[in-house]
């Protein structure tokens, strides 16, 4: 069965503090990685990955995947109070679970003034 | 455009009682989602759908039901009601898995006491 785990499931920081959250991935037939940012309501979309190595970045955050490994890694510099949400990971099938979008458990991440 | 919107918002059900869960979206999108977020959790895909007649079991699909008669709806039946189905409903769609952005409504909290 096709499996997404994240680590840490909290993490408490000071604004300022650089922060990486770690996704680690079994699956079948792997066709991306994703990576959202849920605050009050519905998650909203960061970052796609499919190529081994290559960092896609946006302002203070960046990722990045290892696909021999199968992890990715999301990391966010100078944290400010509004990064405070819960971060989470997902993955979208190929082959017969084309189409398929399972998300990991979270990571609640919390930036103290 | 209304972009995802589901009905209803909130609810509350006795043990034993059936209903349906509204989703439709307007923007042509062949991809559909249910997912339910259990507090302090993250997503767990319950059913998801490629296209209009053509449905699939996620992670957590048992005491749940769905249909795509049409492109634009995508409804979720719960049949006899648990207190293990209480849980925030999200619905989400997509019209293509190369950008990995998922558009979800605004979610339904359903209560089963």
């Known amino acids: 069965e096709d499996k997404v785990v994240q680590s840490p499931l909290s993490l408490v920081v000071h604004e300022g503090d650089t922060v990486t959250l770690n996704c680690s991935y079994e699956?079948?037939?792997?066709?991306?990685l994703l990576w959202y940012k849920q605050e009050k309501k519905a998650p909203t979309f960061l970052f796609m990955l499919?190529?081994?190595?290559i960092e896609k970045k946006s302002g203070r955050l960046s990722s990045i995947l290892d696909k021999k490994e199968l992890f990715s890694i999301l990391n966010i510099t100078a944290t400010q109070t509004g990064d405070s949400a819960v971060y989470l990971c997902?993955?979208?099938?190929?082959?017969?679970?084309?189409?398929?979008?399972?998300f990991g458990q979270g990571t609640i991440l919390t930036v103290h003034p | 455009n209304a972009g995802v919107t589901q009905t209803p918002k909130f609810r509350i059900l006795k043990i034993g009682q059936s209903m349906t869960l509204q989703c439709t979206q307007d923007?042509?999108?062949?991809?559909m989602y249910w997912y339910r977020q259990d507090p302090g959790m993250g997503l767990k895909l319950i059913y998801y759908?490629?296209?209009?007649?053509?449905?699939d079991k996620g992670e957590v699909p048992n005491g749940y039901n769905v249909s795509r008669s049409t492109t634009e709806d995508f409804p979720l039946r719960l049949e006899l009601a648990a207190p293990s189905q209480t849980s925030v409903y999200f619905c989400?769609?997509?019209?293509?898995?190369?950008?990995?952005?998922?558009?979800f409504g605004e979610g339904s909290r359903l209560t089963v006491l």
């Open positions: 989400a769609s997509t019209g293509t898995l190369n950008t990995g952005e998922l558009f």
């Open positions: 699956v079948t037939n792997f066709r991306s």
């Open positions: 499919t190529s081994s190595g």
């Open positions: 997902a993955h979208t099938g190929g082959g017969t679970s084309y189409g398929k979008l399972t």
């Open positions: 923007m042509n999108h062949n991809y």
């Open positions: 759908s490629v296209g209009a007649g053509i449905t």
